[in-house]
């Protein structure tokens, strides 16, 4: 098993920046890869960032140029999320892929609000 804990949110402004953090921890030599999704109020989750074991990212396009991925040597994720705009409030889950399991942390609200 993979336990996954997350930090980093908060509430900004438009136009902010915020870094969330992803601890994994457990079984992580079985990591294929990671990733962050996001639910808003009354939507489904979707995927904003992946990451594999050979540096491959993938976006949604709605973040691209604004959102960063990055995993450390040891499996800490990472999200830089810079000019955040109100569409951007959600509640950021960080979520692994490995050998036939998918895990997920329990999640971390950040709102951006004028």
């Known amino acids: 098993q993979v336990q996954l804990r997350e930090s980093g949110g908060d509430s900004v402004q438009p136009g902010g920046s915020l870094r969330l953090s992803c601890e994994p921890s457990g079984n992580i030599f079985d990591i294929i890869n990671m990733g962050w999704f996001r639910q808003a109020p009354g939507k489904a989750r979707e995927r904003v960032a992946q990451?594999?074991?050979?540096?491959?990212r993938e976006y949604a396009e709605s973040v691209k140029g604004r959102f960063t991925i990055s995993r450390e040597h040891g499996n800490k994720l990472y999200l830089q999320m810079n000019n955040l705009k109100l569409e951007d409030t959600a509640v950021y889950y960080c979520?692994?892929?490995?050998?036939?399991?998918?895990?997920w942390g329990q999640g971390t609200q950040v709102t951006v609000s004028s």
């Open positions: 990451i594999w074991s050979r540096d491959r």
């Open positions: 979520q692994t892929d490995v050998l036939n399991a998918t895990y």
